[in-house]
């Protein structure tokens, strides 16, 4: 009897196992701050990519506008987002109008984020 008792729980622990050494485990887990800012970062490259320097290093292609990296600093979280709010409504003194939404706005802002070095 103690026999089959240890069948069956090597039976439910063996597919356990073999997920696991199939990779299962292994599996990237992606935050929804991570999805933004990968929308964030392909909508840059089509509507930012022209005067802002988008990645870690180099300088924006149009002075003086802004690299990305540099963006947020000086500024609180509250800030930022009024920033982000006012391009995105081209309210912005030196930016033309590139018709975000709320939406985009929130992606470009979370990659901006993303390139901050803790």
Do not use: Q
């Amino acid at each position: 009897m103690a026999k089959l008792g240890l069948r069956k729980t090597w039976s439910l622990c063996i597919p356990l196992l073999l997920l696991t050494a199939c990779g299962g485990a292994n599996v990237p887990l992606t935050s929804a701050a991570d999805v933004a800012a990968e929308r964030g970062r392909d909508l840059a490259e089509l509507r930012c990519g022209g005067c802002h320097g988008l990645g870690l290093y180099g300088e924006s292609p149009r002075s003086p506008s802004t690299a990305f990296r540099d963006m947020r600093r000086g500024m609180t979280a509250l800030s930022f987002k009024r920033r982000m709010e006012d391009i995105a409504e081209g309210r912005h003194y030196d930016m033309p109008r590139i018709g975000l939404t709320a939406n985009e706005a929130d992606d470009i802002a979370a990659y901006i984020e993303s390139l901050e070095t803790p």
